[in-house]
Nanobody, 128 residues
């Protein structure tokens, strides 16, 4: 069974940090670009960040540039999103998603329409 499972969400104060993890089972992530998307209550889902299958290229939404860092460990079949300087407006359910691009690709498409697999999400709440 092909699955993506997110973890690491929780409640954090403004200015705090969290690290989200995305683990794959049933398939290898080395052929996929991995994106992080988020959906706040009452809003549509938006792209946050994406990393190419090679790990060489990354993309970030303007709202998180300089605060979030995406990385991957293909040996562990995991992708991470390090979030620092968190703001209340970062509160959302965060989803990881796999986009097939082939191994060693530098393509990092932050596009929901290209997603092949979605995780079920992890909730991040930023509040004092």
């Amino acid at each position: 069974q092909l699955q993506l499972v997110e973890s690491g969400g929780g409640l954090v104060h403004p200015g705090g940090s969290l690290r989200l993890s995305c683990a794959a089972s049933g398939f290898t992530l080395e052929n996929y670009a991995i994106g992080w998307f988020r959906q706040a209550s009452g809003s549509g889902r938006e792209g946050v960040s994406c990393i190419s299958s090679s790990g060489a290229n990354t993309e970030y939404a303007d709202s998180v540039k300089g605060r979030f860092t995406i990385s991957r460990d293909n040996a562990e079949n995991k992708v991470y999103l390090q979030m620092t300087g968190l703001k209340p407006e970062d509160t959302a359910v965060y989803y990881c998603a796999a986009i097939f691009v082939g191994a060693n690709s530098v393509w990092s498409p932050l596009s929901q329409t290209l997603v092949d697999y979605w995780g079920k999400g992890t909730l991040v709440t930023v509040s004092s």
